[in-house]
């Protein structure tokens, strides 16, 4: 099977990862695609450079509370920057291990990843047209008219369209993952050739473990992002006494991104830990197992290859989704991080207040 045929399973999301400054899966050498990846590197660099220069401009016109709102957005350039350059040093790992997992699945199976790819899409452009709208509102709104509208265009589609990226790619991914889970129990249930079953738990194993490698630093990135940028940017409008309007103005521009970056986020821990807790239980695949072996004479090689079965299997069934090889994806991170968000959020309100 061509590579060329396996990396079309990603169009048309193919697009939306040139959009975030990077041309894996699109299989072309054309000079004016490379030409559109280093021409979004340079402007994502001014881009950065502005937002770095106009927070540095703040710091010496506001001082005290009123920075609260300066500090949170350079700590949000600083992580997405960061989450940039971590991906295109991740890229070839990146585009190897989804190239291995989709030559793994069958045909059937490719039909929805594609569908799935262009589902994906589609998410991500309805959360940038969102982005784009609450900035033109706002620029409509106060009246403001200038060269700098281009800047905050380019940072809905390439710093804020790059957290919805990587987040949807990663569930895209692990959708992938869960694809080749849920075939075990068909071949289970049809017909065990028992190294065929185990090197296909082998390669479920390998999978995940690059998966954590490669893009599980990504969910770590964006909630430390989201934390940083939704506690400061609480205590900002809580602590300055603000007018109705300046409010109005501050939840349409400064608290849209935040919310929906929070919705994809969530979104794609609840769909990984959907994928965990629905892919066949070791009960189930034991089960299978044991089935097979009664239909035939057990002889000491088949008994021996039941043992090593139950030792991948159960190898398999601890084989979790980590964000940065630290916390295991799952409904326990969510929480956690929802009641740290509150906890830090009251305490800093309350110290900056005294």
């Known amino acids: 099977m061509s590579e060329t045929f396996i990396k079309s399973t990603l169009y048309p999301f193919s697009i939306v990862l040139l959009i975030i400054s990077n041309d894996m899966f699109l299989n072309s050498k054309r000079y004016y695609i490379k030409l559109v990846k280093y021409v979004l590197k340079v402007i994502i660099i001014l881009v950065a450079l502005r937002i770095y220069s106009f927070c540095i401009q703040q ?140 090197q296909h738990l082998l390669n479920i194993e390998r999978h995940k473990d690059s998966i954590n490698e490669s893009l599980g630093i990504f969910p770590f990135l964006w909630f430390c992002e989201l934390f940083s940028t939704t506690c ?7 602590i300055n006494k603000l007018s109705v309007q300046q409010i109005y103005i501050g939840l349409a521009v400064g608290m849209i991104e935040p919310i929906c970056i929070f919705i994809i986020n969530i979104s794609c821990v609840l769909a990984i830990n959907y994928y965990q807790t629905h892919r066949p239980t070791v009960l189930q695949l034991m089960s299978c197992v044991d089935n097979t072996l009664s239909k035939t004479l057990m002889t000491d090689r088949k008994l021996l290859s039941r043992i090593i079965l139950k030792d991948c299997i159960h190898s398999y069934a601890n084989c979790e989704y980590k964000a940065f090889n630290v916390f295991t994806i799952n409904m326990k991170f969510l929480f956690t991080f929802l009641g740290s968000v509150i906890t830090f959020a009251v305490m800093l309100i309350q110290l900056l207040n005294t």
Do not use: P
């Not at 190897?96 to 994906?120: G, W």
């Not at 265009?153 to 919805?164: A, D, H, K, P, R």
């Open 59 to 198: 710091t010496l016109i506001y001082t005290g509370k009123q920075l609260i709102y300066v500090v949170s957005l350079m700590i949000k350039t600083t992580i997405i920057l960061f989450g940039l350059i971590y991906f295109e040093i991740k890229c070839l790992k990146i585009e190897k291990t989804i190239v291995d997992i989709i030559r793994c699945l069958s045909d059937r199976d490719r039909k929805r990843l594609k569908l799935y790819s262009t589902i994906m899409t589609i998410l991500w452009l309805m959360f940038v047209i969102i982005s784009l709208i609450s900035a033109f509102t706002y620029f409509i709104y106060c009246r403001i008219i200038s060269f700098y509208i281009f800047y905050d265009v380019f940072f809905s589609l390439q710093y804020y369209g790059f957290i919805i990226a990587t987040n949807l790619l990663l569930i895209h991914t692990c959708y992938a993952v869960y694809l080749m889970e849920k075939s075990l129990l068909i071949t289970a249930i049809n017909h065990i050739n028992y190294e065929d079953f185990k």
């Open 232 to 238: 400061l940017r609480l205590c900002y409008f809580v």
